[in-house]
C-alpha cells in the first residue's frame, strides 16, 4: 500500500510541474498578458509571441519532469539526476536569454513596465482617488551595465521559472544523495557544472566587451578623440544588440556629429530630438523623431516606441491642463505610432468618457481587458467601463463592470466599492 502511495504521489508532482511548466508563465509582463511557457521558445529561434514552439522552455521543461518522474519511479537515480540538471540547464537559460541574449523581449519587458508606471501615475493624478497607494508603483529599472541587466531579467522571471527551477533543484538533492558510487557522483557534477559555467561564459563574452567597448567611447569622447569614441560606440552596438536599442547611445553618437555640423545622420535626429525632450518641447522632438521610421531599419521599433512614449507623456500633460480633447488626438497618435502602448489606450479610455464619447470609450476598453495583467490597472479599466455604462443608461452592465473592478482589487479599490453600493 505505502508503495502505491508513493508512485501515485510522484505521478501527481509530476504531473503538476509538467502543467505548471506548459500553462504558467516564465516571463512575466507588468502591464500586459504574459504568455505561457509552451508560447516561450528556447533562444527566440522558432517563434515569437502568439504561437507554440516546438522548441519551448515549457514543452522541453515538461518532457524532463516527465523523466524525471518516471526514473523516480523507476528507482534509476542516475537518470532523475541527470534530468534534473538538464531542467537546471534550461532555468538557467531562460535567464540569460532574458538578460543578455533576447534584447528584443528585454526592451519590451522595460518598455511595458514604464508604461505599466506611466497609467499608474496618470491614475493617481486623474481619476476618481483610491485609499492606500503602492509605494512600489515608482521602482524604476537601470540597465546600463551587464550586472543590472542581469538584476533586471530576475525581476521580470515568472512563476513558472521559480517553480522549474525548485523542482529541479529538489530532483538533483534528491536523486544525488541516492547515487551509490562516488566516482558516478563525481563525474555528473563535473559536466552539469561544466555545461552551465561553459554556456554562462558563451553567454557573457559579447556583452563585457560590448560593455568595455563602452567604457572605451566614453573615454575616448571626454578626452575629445570623436572618432574613436564613435568608432568604439559603434563597436558596443556590434557586439551586443542591446545597445543598438539604446537610443541614448545613438544620442551620444549625435552629440558628436553636430559638433562637427553632421546635421543629416540619424543620430543627429535623434540627439536633437532628446534635446527638446529635456527643454520640454514634446511636440518638436515628435518631429525629429516621426520621419526617421522609415530609414532606421532594425532600429525603427525602438524609434516607434519611443515617439509613441513621448505622445503619450504629452497627452497627460495636455489632459492635466483640462484639455481632454486635444489630448485624446495625442494618445490616438501614440497608438498609432505603436499599437503595443496600453497606457495611452488606458489614459484615452478616460479622455472619451471626459468629453462624452462613452461607447467609443466602451469600444476602447473592451479589447484591452484581455491585453492587461496588472490587478491594479485591471480594477480602474472596469471602474472605467462602468462610469461608461452607467452614462449610457446600462446600469446592469455597469453593476457587473464594477463588481469585476472590486475583484480584482478588494485592497485599495474604493472608487469601485463606492460605485458597486451606489456612493459618490
Keep these: 500500500m505505502t508503495n502505491r502511495v508513493a508512485k501515485a504521489a510522484t505521478l501527481g508532482v509530476t504531473l503538476a510541474c509538467a502543467a505548471v511548466a506548459l500553462g504558467c508563465s516564465w516571463v512575466t509582463f507588468t502591464f500586459q498578458s504574459s504568455a505561457p511557457g509552451l508560447r516561450f521558445s528556447v533562444g527566440n529561434l522558432f517563434t515569437r509571441g502568439g504561437t507554440s514552439a516546438l ?25 532523475q539526476c541527470s534530468a534534473a540538471i538538464a531542467l537546471l540547464l534550461l532555468v538557467l537559460g531562460s535567464f540569460l536569454q532574458v538578460a543578455l541574449l533576447d ?13 505599466a508606471r506611466e497609467s499608474w501615475l496618470f491614475s493617481v493624478r486623474n481619476l476618481p482617488p483610491n485609499f492606500m497607494q503602492e509605494p512600489t508603483r515608482t521602482h524604476t529599472i537601470s540597465t546600463e551595465t551587464v550586472w543590472d541587466r542581469i538584476t533586471t531579467a530576475q525581476y521580470f522571471m ?39 559555467a561553459g554556456f554562462t561564459s558563451v553567454c557573457l563574452t559579447n556583452p563585457v566587451l560590448a560593455q568595455y567597448a563602452m567604457t572605451r567611447a566614453v573615454n575616448a569622447e571626454s578626452n575629445g578623440n570623436a572618432r574613436k569614441a564613435i568608432d568604439q560606440y ?7 544588440s542591446w545597445f543598438h536599442f539604446q537610443t541614448s547611445l545613438h544620442q551620444r553618437i549625435g552629440s558628436i556629429d553636430a559638433t562637427f555640423g553632421r546635421t543629416d545622420t540619424l543620430e543627429y535626429h535623434i540627439f536633437k530630438a532628446e534635446w527638446f525632450v529635456d527643454q520640454n518641447d ?15 531599419g ?17 497627452g497627460q500633460t495636455l489632459y492635466r491642463a483640462g484639455a481632454p480633447g486635444v489630448a485624446q488626438q495625442a494618445w490616438e497618435k501614440a ?25 467609443e470609450s466602451v469600444d476602447l476598453i473592451i479589447p484591452l481587458l484581455p491585453k ?25 452592465d455597469a453593476r457587473v463592470a464594477y463588481r469585476n473592478s472590486y475583484k480584482y482589487d478588494a485592497m485599495e479599490n474604493w472608487r469601485g466599492l463606492t460605485a458597486l453600493v451606489g456612493g459618490s
Design 282 to 296: 514634446l511636440p518638436s522632438a515628435i518631429a525629429e523623431l516621426e520621419p526617421q521610421f522609415q530609414t532606421s
Design 158 to 196: 515568472g512563476f513558472a521559472w521559480y517553480a522549474m527551477a525548485g523542482a529541479g533543484l529538489i530532483g538533483f538533492a534528491c536523486s544525488f544523495r541516492s547515487l551509490e558510487a562516488g566516482r558516478e557522483r563525481r563525474r555528473i557534477a563535473l559536466v552539469g557544472t561544466a555545461a552551465a
Design 103 to 115: 534584447s528584443d523581449l528585454l526592451f519590451r519587458l522595460i518598455d511595458d513596465q514604464e508604461q
Design 234 to 240: 559603434r563597436r558596443a552596438m556590434a557586439l551586443d
Design 372 to 396: 492587461c495583467s496588472d490587478p491594479s490597472l485591471l480594477a480602474d479599466l472596469y471602474s472605467n467601463l462602468g462610469d461608461d455604462y452607467t452614462k449610457l443608461g446600462q446600469l446592469m
Design 298 to 314: 532594425s532600429l525603427a521599433p525602438a524609434l516607434r516606441a519611443r515617439t509613441a512614449s513621448l505622445w503619450a507623456i504629452y
Design 55 to 79: 522548441f519551448s522552455y515549457g514543452l522541453l521543461s515538461a518532457l524532463l519532469c516527465m523523466i524525471g518522474g518516471w526514473a523516480l519511479w523507476k528507482k534509476r537515480m542516475a537518470l
Design 335 to 359: 497608438i498609432r505610432a505603436n499599437p503595443r502602448c496600453l497606457v495611452a489606450s488606458f489614459c484615452l479610455s478616460r479622455a472619451y468618457f471626459e468629453v462624452g464619447r462613452y461607447q
